[in-house]
């Protein structure tokens, strides 16, 4: 497809159990984001990578939370021993190469819905 | 703090009327400002975008206003559709390097009745 795809689109579990969330970026975006949105909140950064740099893991709420990503292809969000407050909604982002001046477009996912009961 | 403060929570118009929708944000270092549109179980979708030497911008008949100085944005939408109806963000980069430091305003969430 042509979009930010990502899976599941709904993920239900128990507390302290691991969850793992998929993004399919766009083809030859370099950059890659992703997000948190809590019921009734802004989005909230959790993540980012842009290429072979070192990832700006400065969002991420706790060292339950990790993120991979090989060369520019599929990312995979982990959140280890899920706690209710990790109920959520995230959402992934591709971008296309940086310009100066840092203008470049994202383009998300529908998102993972996440549940822990 | 770094925050980005958006008014109104929500907003009701008719359809056809105008609507201005208010971001204001204490980010520093300031790199870009962006909207966004978010349809209910949808991710966002980019609007604009602007940096710091622009003071407007449009995409049809939505028209983004910034004012650098007093760290207002405005988004404006002009005879509004059903189709409007969504969430409207306001997303502030900060500058210094880091691509990931986006501060995400809370959303309006604009309705179009008939």
């Known amino acids: 497809g042509a979009g930010v795809s990502q899976s599941p689109s709904n993920k239900v579990t128990e507390k302290g159990k691991d969850v793992e969330l998929r993004c399919d970026p766009i083809?030859?975006?370099?950059?890659l984001y992703w997000y948190r949105q809590r019921l009734g909140q802004g989005l909230e950064f959790l993540i980012y990578?842009?290429?072979?740099?070192?990832?700006?893991k400065s969002g991420l709420p706790s060292d339950r939370f990790s993120a991979e990503r090989t060369g520019e292809s599929v990312s995979t969000l982990t959140i280890q021993r899920t706690q209710q407050e990790d109920s959520a909604v995230y959402l992934c982002?591709?971008?296309?190469?940086?310009?100066?001046?840092?203008?470049?477009?994202?383009?998300f996912g529908p998102g993972t819905r996440l549940t822990v009961l | 703090k770094n925050q980005v403060e958006q008014s109104p929570q929500s907003l009701i118009i008719l359809e056809g009327k105008n609507c201005t929708l208010q971001?204001?944000?204490?980010?520093?270092?300031?790199?870009?400002l962006r909207w966004y549109k978010q349809d209910t179980g949808r991710g966002p979708v980019s609007l604009t975008i602007?940096?710091?030497?622009?003071n407007t911008k449009s995409n049809g008949r939505y028209t983004a206003t910034l004012d650098a100085d007093t760290k207002q944005s405005s988004l404006h939408i002009t005879a509004s559709q059903l189709s409007d109806s969504a969430s409207y963000i306001c997303?502030?980069?900060?500058?210094?390097?880091?691509?990931?430091?986006?501060?995400f305003g809370k959303g309006t969430k604009l309705s179009v009745k008939p």
């Open positions: 971001c204001n944000y204490t980010v520093s270092p300031f790199s870009n």
């Open positions: 982002a591709s971008s296309s190469i940086v310009t100066s001046g840092f203008t470049d477009t994202q383009y």
């Open positions: 997303v502030v980069s900060r500058g210094g390097g880091s691509q990931g430091n986006l501060i």
């Open positions: 083809s030859g975006h370099t950059a």
């Open positions: 990578f842009q290429g072979n740099s070192a990832p700006d």
């Open positions: 602007m940096t710091f030497s622009e």
